[in-house]
């Protein structure tokens, strides 16, 4: 990898070997790589997270190239970047609905945020490259993309900014699952979910969370040196922590769909997730960026199914689709834990109660959900996509408890499980012919995908 021009440092290198005299608190430093001081690629600081294209990092003689990679980086010129914007608001934003619209292009207008952060621009536009008509645009959704990998890459345990890079995350795991660099969507939910943890954005809702010290209060920073969580994230406004709320309940999404069809662990760890509901999107695009109060209250997250089941039925406002999506990937990721667990026999009658518990969960949830969030010919249109996506999940969910538990049924119950199956297969097929007629976009979700294909 090249340096940037002037610094007398020595190329920085994957392939150089660990000292180990290098202290212990290496994990506590941020690697600032895109800052353009000298001290940016000081050896011995930090090292990049693996990344699956070991080429793209790998060393190149010489730190006098002007052409160092890192000034390579470039945005599209502001027509391109602002069609590439509106893209993604319209066609993009109801797979990864976490950004409060007025705020992010107020800031994109004004240029905060190609300074404060270029990777969740270069991300973003790798995503909405692809629903670009000018294939000169398109052409380039990879190079973006690769520039945004080696930015995260580059950050380490306490990112900042925090938030925007974990919206960035939300897209490469995006456009990971379109080109087919899984490995890389199993290793960033990863990243971003520890980071996110480090600094207590998964416990932002909690009333009992509790910080345990690790060693000794010294250092110049005694307010924090020494604790597990030296950094706490805290949104400074009702935006950035309900956009704090969204992104992370996406990324709980992600790490589901990354698990339920590889029988991989889940790397969100649901009993240290505490994060409410999010609100409405209606209503949370009439948040203004000076609120510093909330005007709604959110649904608290529960881990009892059935008292989160009941806070559906209770609720006296509407609730949109995107609540409803987030109670079935609890239900997917309970379910994933049960059909992909090494311990429990599936011959067993507990086995096959927990899978009738989780069906009957499912049965509930969707009598709680109103023909207008079930229906894709009855939806709004701006809420198609979402419905789409429901349904698939549910389907899924399904098909994962039956299709699993035909062949360690008593022959009584075999064929009522095989027809519950086929059932699903079919609604899911449905569901695809209903989307056909409105809108093929529909279909083009990362996160339906696998469910889509197990469907069919």
Same mark, same amino acid.
């Given at each position: ?6 610094d007398? *440092?020595q ?6 070997p660990?000292?180990p ?7 506590? %430093? ?15 600081m930090?090292y990049p997270t693996?990344?699956t ?11 006098d190239d002007s052409?160092?990679?890192?000034l390579?980086?470039t ?5 391109v970047?602002n069609?590439?914007?509106g893209?993604f608001f319209d ?7 976490c950004f409060?619209k *007025?705020? %992010? ?8 945020? *190609? ?5 969740l621009l ?5 995503v909405?490259?692809?629903f ?7 052409g380039r959704r990879n ?5 945004a990998?080696l ?11 925090a938030l925007?890079?974990l ?7 995006y ?13 960033y ?6 980071q996110?943890?480090s600094?207590?954005m998964?416990?932002?809702d ?12 010294d ?13 706490e994230?805290?949104g ?11 992104a992370l ?11 339920w ?6 790397a ?5 997730f505490?994060?409410?509901?999010p609100?409405?999107?209606?209503i %949370?695009?009439?948040?203004k ?6 005007p709604?209250?959110n ?18 406002e509407?609730?949109?689709? %995107?609540?409803?999506l987030?109670v079935?990937?609890?239900?997917l990721g309970?379910?994933?834990e049960?059909?992909?667990s090494i311990?429990?026999d599936?011959? +067993? ?16 949830l969707r ?6 969030? +079930?229906?894709?010919?009855e939806?709004?249109?701006d809420?198609?996509g979402q ?9 899924t969910?399904l ?6 538990a ?9 064929k ?6 086929v059932i699903?297969?079919k609604d ?7 989307a ?7 279909l083009l979700?990362?996160h339906i ?5 197990m469907g069919?």
């Amino acid at each position: 990898m090249r340096v940037p021009p002037g610094d007398t *440092q020595q190329p920085f290198s994957l392939l150089a070997p660990w000292d180990p005299t290098l202290p212990l608190q290496l994990a506590d %430093f941020e690697l600032n790589a895109f800052s353009g001081t000298q001290d940016a690629l000081t050896p011995g600081m930090s090292y990049p997270t693996p990344t699956t294209n070991p080429e793209h990092l790998s060393a190149s003689g010489g730190g006098d190239d002007s052409q160092s990679l890192f000034l390579d980086l470039t945005f599209p010129n502001s027509e391109v970047a602002n069609e590439l914007i509106g893209i993604f608001f319209d066609k993009i934003y109801f797979m990864l609905p976490c950004f409060h619209k *007025q705020t %992010f292009l107020e800031e994109f207008h004004s240029g905060h945020v *190609q300074v404060q952060s270029p990777l969740l621009l270069y991300s973003m536009y790798s995503v909405a490259a692809g629903f670009h008509p000018d294939p000169a645009v398109k052409g380039r959704r990879n190079t973006w993309y690769e520039e945004a990998k080696l930015m995260y890459d580059f950050t380490g345990r306490a990112p900042e900014p925090a938030l925007r890079v974990l919206q960035a995350v939300l897209f490469l795991v995006y456009h990971a699952y379109t080109c087919g660099d899984y490995s890389a969507c199993w290793l960033y939910i990863g990243k971003a979910w520890r980071q996110a943890a480090s600094l207590g954005m998964n416990r932002m809702d909690s009333a009992h969370a509790v910080v345990m010290p690790v060693g000794q209060k010294d250092g110049p920073d005694e307010e924090h040196r020494g604790y597990y969580n030296r950094r706490e994230w805290t949104g400074c406004t009702v935006i950035e922590k309900e956009e704090c709320r969204r992104a992370l309940w996406i990324l709980f999404m992600m790490d589901r769909n990354q698990s339920w069809p590889t029988g991989w662990p889940n790397a969100i760890d649901e009993r240290q997730f505490k994060l409410d509901i999010p609100l409405p999107d209606r209503i %949370f695009q009439t948040f203004k960026s000076e609120s510093d109060s909330r005007p709604t209250k959110n649904v608290p997250f529960t881990r009892n199914i059935d008292t989160l089941l009941a806070s559906i039925s209770l609720s006296r406002e509407p609730l949109d689709v %995107f609540h409803y999506l987030i109670v079935a990937y609890i239900l997917l990721g309970r379910t994933t834990e049960l059909i992909h667990s090494i311990h429990d026999d599936p011959s +067993s009658p507990e086995y096959i109660l927990e899978c009738e518990k989780l069906d009957n969960y499912v049965v509930k949830l969707r009598l709680s959900i109103p023909r207008t969030a +079930s229906s894709v010919l009855e939806a709004s249109i701006d809420d198609r996509g979402q419905v789409v996506w429901l349904n698939a999940i549910l389907n899924t969910i399904l098909l994962l408890l039956h299709f699993r538990a035909v062949p360690c049924s008593g022959p009584a119950n075999v064929k009522q499980l095989f027809e519950k199956t086929v059932i699903a297969a079919k609604d899911t097929s449905q569901t695809i012919k209903d989307a056909s007629r409105t809108s093929v976009d529909l279909l083009l979700n990362i996160h339906i995908a696998s469910s889509l294909y197990m469907g069919e």
